[in-house]
């Protein structure tokens, strides 16, 4: 006797997995065609689509979400006896095709079974709630199965006492985690599901088949795929929060409830927010203890009370307009004049020189306010800087025209008759 043999003839059978393979072989479910006397197995999706491509092809009947339709054995068989009360026009939606004058080709009838049909939202509803009480009593039946023993599905330890305690130990020693045990239900078919896959070196998440059962094993470690495929419908089975709502999948509704919590856990941390009202906004005169809180008054009365007019410098870059504003703050807060540097001992007697001698009016030496300290401005909240127009990020500075002032020249009398002592050569 070869190993392989010897092998198969020690390995301990399980009788109540080949009698329930047995049974679901046999249990093969058979329903008749709703408009005519076919007949189709639609034990699987693959065995469905395969139904609903000849209603389709055959009789122009569509069967829309049908991934939501809780028990649709019971579903067909409820729309089968309603078909054999009337006519199909009578409970489905007919769509024509080809109707505008323009559309060439035979004018073809669809129909459709929709929960936006109010005998068919009815159905999926009260079969959702059949669908979700089965789960939930197979789930209760699961969690107080104190005798359940399963080996683990990648050490092959036998673990006991109930389902949860197999779980923790793939997640505490294999750090694979499927959810909670609360949160699963027909638990055995789930197991045999994802055996199978290990089985036949399949990684439980991106469904690649590997070589042997080692190189499955340090693909799903370096790639930490240490859980199942969360598109994978096949899944959707064995997770409760499938069976609340017939009309979405789990990742809809768990969108939903992570964005009320988050919404919550907001409100919780600013508690105010709903009744947030923004700051007034405050702008301060460059020139005296003037403020306004509209931005048209600041510009008024500058304009009025000091002569000074803050568009007039929006021929400047945008960056050295700030400069400029904030070498202006700085001077009068250090009650100096921004043109002549001159020191004074109060705010009053600054503006009075400024007035006087209508420096004002005039514009400071670039050498003066052109430096990097300037970039920041000296009180933190100055909102006069908003004000400032900031279409001049790429203004060419070097071809504005600078008119200078007459400029009278003292020539010492010392120069003078140096020069004339010079001779030419």
Not at 186 to 207: A, G, H
Request: one cysteine or more; a negative charge.
């Amino acid at each position: 006797m070869n190993q392989e043999n010897k092998n198969l003839c020690t390995k301990p059978l399980n009788l109540i997995d080949r009698i329930s393979k047995k049974k679901a072989e046999n249990e093969n479910v058979l329903i008749v065609c709703l408009q005519c006397d076919k007949e189709f197995q639609v034990n699987d999706s693959c065995d469905q689509k395969n139904y609903l491509s000849h209603l389709l092809k055959e009789h122009r009947l569509v069967i829309s979400d049908v991934d939501h339709i809780g028990h649709f054995q019971k579903y067909h068989q409820y729309w089968k006896e309603r078909f054999d009360q009337g006519k199909i026009d009578d409970f489905c939606y007919k769509i024509n095709t080809n109707m505008a004058k323009d559309d060439k080709g035979e004018v073809e009838s669809f129909y459709m079974l929709c929960d936006d049909l109010p005998e068919d939202k009815i159905l999926r509803e009260k079969l959702n709630i059949y669908n979700l009480e089965k789960a939930l009593a197979q789930q209760e039946m699961e969690r107080n199965d104190k005798n359940y023993f399963k080996e683990c599905l990648f050490c092959g330890e036998k673990i006991g006492n109930n389902r949860s305690n197999l779980l923790q130990h793939m997640s505490d020693n294999h750090n694979f985690n499927v959810g909670h045990a609360d949160n699963l239900v027909y638990f055995d078919e789930f197991y045999q599901k994802l055996n199978q896959r290990i089985s036949i070196n399949k990684c439980l998440f991106c469904e690649k088949i590997f070589y042997n059962k080692q190189i499955l094993k340090e693909h799903m470690r370096k790639k930490q795929h240490k859980s199942i495929n969360p598109n994978n419908r096949e899944f959707d089975k064995f997770y409760i929060i499938n069976y609340l709502e017939y009309s979405k999948y789990w990742q809809e509704i768990k969108h939903e409830r992570d964005s009320e919590e988050s919404r919550v856990q907001s409100l919780e941390r600013n508690p105010s927010l709903d009744d947030w009202n923004d700051p007034v906004q405050i702008y301060c005169c460059l020139f005296c203890n003037e403020s306004f809180d509209d931005e048209n008054q600041i510009i008024s009365h500058m304009n009025l009370r000091h002569k000074f007019d803050l568009k007039s410098i929006d021929f400047l870059s945008f960056y050295n307009q700030v400069k400029l504003i904030n070498y202006i703050r700085r001077q009068i807060f250090l009650k100096n004049c921004f043109i002549c540097l001159k020191k004074f001992e109060s705010s009053e007697e600054l503006l009075k020189h400024l007035e006087t001698d209508d420096h004002i009016k005039e514009f400071p030496d670039m050498d003066l306010w052109d430096q990097p300290e300037y970039y920041f401005s000296t009180f933190e909240d100055d909102n006069l800087l908003c004000l400032l127009d900031d279409d001049g990020y790429n203004k060419d500075e070097s071809k504005i025209k600078v008119i200078p002032e007459d400029i009278k020249f003292e020539i010492k009398k010392e120069l003078l008759e140096s020069l004339n002592d010079l001779e030419l050569k």
